[in-house]
């Protein structure tokens, strides 16, 4: 059994979604062939260098996991693009491309965060190709951690506000651009986050059936996708009794 998660946007300010994570690390994903993150693990990421106590005490968890035999992979999403090598190498995990393909359920799986098959929001594509040219990543890693802090907040702020005011196709994924991307690696399954929209797509590629699921994000309930000889599902799940001491407490 594999599990993939997306968009858990862990904060300090969110104790339930982190509960709830630490509860899944700490059961569900105990004993897993694997477990994928596929981005926008954390509300924002300023830099391996600039982790805080929170950051620092999720990564533990994630070594816990990754020692007790569950390996795990994470992917960058458009709020922590920055996150690196060091927080995976300390976390026991590896960082996964974006895009991927991976075996899963006896098949090769197209694994995406998801921005990038947003093609027709041109103003974030246009900032995203901006952000993610190696120059401009490597001038960001090497500012200094308060300009990295302001930056953040600017990017954060900016970002709720143009999404409030886009239409909700042009937020979605192209519709075009998905057969494009799943031809291109040779997939009839993709699986990404991103877009907070979970459902599992049919799709028909040629004369093949096909399948886009997309993965849910964490606000008021968890998602998460499992793949095993079953096939894959899709499924939301309560946050766990907020009374509980956290996992590990």
């Known amino acids: 059994m594999i599990l993939l998660i997306s968009d858990l946007h862990l904060e300090e300010e969110r104790p339930d979604i982190t509960r709830s994570f630490l509860d899944l690390l700490h059961n569900r994903a105990r004993g897993a062939q694997a477990l994928y993150i596929l981005g926008d693990f954390f509300e924002a990421w300023i830099g391996d260098d600039g982790m805080t106590p929170f950051q620092r005490s999720i990564c533990e968890a994630l070594r816990e996991l990754s020692d007790s035999g569950t390996p795990i992979f994470i ?101 075009e651009e998905v057969p494009r991307v799943m031809q291109q690696f040779g997939v009839r399954t993709l699986v990404h986050g991103h877009t907070h929209r979970p459902a599992i797509h049919k799709l028909q590629i040629g004369d093949q059936a096909a399948k886009r699921i997309v993965l849910g994000d964490w606000d008021k309930q968890g998602w998460a996708l499992q793949a095993d000889e079953q096939g894959f599902q899709l499924a939301a799940f309560d946050f766990v009794n907020p009374q509980l001491a956290l996992p590990g407490a």
Do not use: W
């Open 75 to 175: 992917m960058h999403g458009n709020r922590d693009f920055l996150l690196g090598k060091a927080f995976c190498k300390a976390a026991g995990a590896t960082l996964l491309k974006d895009p991927s393909v991976v075996q899963l359920a006896g098949e090769p799986v197209l694994l995406m965060h998801g921005d990038s098959l947003c093609t027709r929001d041109l103003g974030y594509m246009k900032l995203r190709r901006i952000l993610r040219n190696p120059i401009v990543l490597f001038i960001m890693r090497h500012l200094p951690l308060r300009t990295r802090h302001r930056l953040a907040r600017k990017l954060r702020s900016e970002s709720r506000a143009q999404t409030r005011m886009k239409a909700n196709d042009i937020v979605d994924v192209t519709p």
